[in-house]
Structure formats: C-alpha cells, structure tokens
C-alpha cells in the first residue's frame, strides 16, 4: 500500500518532524446522510458513516473508522479527508492555530491522524470517546453514556470510575471491546516506535514508526528547503500486523515519483492502521538524478523482532 502526499514545511532538523498542520487539503466531493442522533452536523452524502457532535467526529462503528484508517486506498482517503473538511463545524487538531503546543505538534506528527482528531486530541469510534495524550503515552476511554462526563476525559481525571486507561503501544479498541481475555486470542506482541533519521544535502530523511493506540503509522519522509528533484528508494519494506497479514519484503524505487518543491514535506506511507506492527523491517533511502553519477542519502532503517 503506498501513498504520496506532497504538503508545506519548514525544514527541521529534530529527529521527530511533522509537515505543517497548516496545509491546505484537497478540495471537497460529495457526502451521504447518516441517520445518528444529536446534535451532530451530517453531510449531504457520507458514505463513511461519520458525523460531528460538539466539535469532535463521530464513527457509528469501529468498522467505519477501521474503513478509512487500515491502510485506505488513495481515492478512499482522498474522498474522506474531502468529507471531513466539508464539516463547518468540526475544528481539527491539524487546522487549529490556537491550541496546539509544540510538543504535541512534534509528537502527533501524522497529517492524516491529526486531521481526525479535534482540538482536544479527542475522536469517538462506536460507544465510546478516545482522548490521545501523546506526552504521557496514555490513551483515556470514556463510554459515550457517561458523555457529559466529557470535560472530565479532556482533563484526564482518572478519579471519575468510567475513565479507562491504556498504554499508546496497546490495541487499545481491541482491550475496550474484549478487555484482558484478548491474550485468548492473540499472544503476539506489540513492537515499540521507531525512528531513524539521515542529512542528505541540504535534506533529512526520516523514518518513523509512531504509535497511539488507536491509530499506528511507518512512513518515510524527507524535509528540505531544496528545489531539486528527489526520489525514495525503500528496500526492503516488510511488516506483520499483529496476529493479522504479512506486507512483504518488497522493493519500491521511484515510488515518490519526481516532484520539485521548495520547503516541501515529501512523505511515503507504507502502512497505517489500528492494529499495532509485531514484526518490521523498513529500509529507505533518497537519492538525486540531477547529478553525475547519481548520489544518495544513507539508509534509514527501522527494525523490531526480524
């Protein structure tokens, strides 16, 4: 599964670097009705079952969410990201200018993530609402009968006995929907997150395998203020999702195309979705055919239990 996605960014030298929150997504489509009650804001079409209610996106199902965040084809992703912007108001937390600090910016670095979550760092998947806290690598569960409850979950008050609390490293929809029995059905282990990070010129390169419990993401991107032509060469990309499908090993050269760009974020998605990684091998790295002969970057290499 490969995605590229071209967006705005200062060029950063830190080993954990997101493109600017404040790019511009693709134009809207159409949208579908959604039957849900409340007071929730529902698109004229909405084939994915996503409505909003008090600033935060709802899924009518974990089936939903699952549908537009493991590993979503392109025009899938594209029409979703198209329905949410058509929301007027649903304030994400990668379109807010207030609220955001620099350490959640540095540590929820995914474009795509960050666009489902509201300015609270909250989302609501089926019968329960999620807030990601990314500096404690705490994911808190609040069910949504005890919704009013809600400030209490954006505080973190662990002391109201509905509040649930897992680990971002944990597959956190599947504790909340089997609880401790899911060692009965699955015994492989969840790896940790992963970086690596190259210069190459006046580029870095970055590799990334990040975690937050209810969203998982490996990608590689490149940072740089340069208006040269640069391609990624990733061999081998393999990876097995936790007791589910193994992705490889494969080879992908050339796979960003050739773009040019100034201060532009160029990134390659390999895999993201709900399941944590229990295996990984990832190896990328850049290289530049404007020179003779062709120079590259160093590898990156991300690994865990291969």
Known sequence: MKIIIICIALLSFTLIVSCDKQTPLPNQIKRTENPNRGNQEKPVSNEFHVT?????????????????????????????????????????????????????????????????????????????????DPLKEKVFVLPVSQENHYSDLVKENTSFPDIRV??????????????????????ESGIGGKADSQPFKDTYLYATYTRWGIYFSLRAYIVTGSVNTYHFDMNPVYY???????????????????????????????????????????????????????????????????
């Open 166 to 187: 897992y680990s971002t490293g944990d597959n956190v929809l599947d504790l909340v929907e089997m609880g401790v029995n899911r060692d009965l059905f699955c015994t």
């Open 52 to 132: 909003v209610k008090d600033n935060r996106l709802v899924f009518q199902s974990r089936a939903d969410y699952e549908l537009v965040v493991n590993n979503p084809k392109e025009n899938v992703r594209t029409e979703f990201i198209e329905t949410v912007k058509a929301f007027t108001s649903f304030t994400s937390y990668a379109n807010s200018t207030t609220v955001r600090n620099i350490n959640t910016s540095e540590l929820i670095n995914d474009t795509y993530f960050s666009l489902l979550l509201n300015t609270d760092l909250a989302i609501q998947i089926g019968g329960n609402i999620y807030k990601v």
């Open 240 to 306: 097995h999702v936790r007791c589910g499908k193994t992705v490889g090993p494969y080879q992908a050269a050339n796979s960003a195309g050739d773009y040019s760009f100034v201060l532009g974020c160029q990134e390659y998605q390999s895999y993201q979705g709900s399941t944590n990684l229990n295996e990984l091998y990832f190896v990328a790295k850049i290289r530049d055919n404007s020179t003779s002969p062709t120079t590259y970057s160093a590898n990156v290499v991300l690994r865990a239990n291969y």
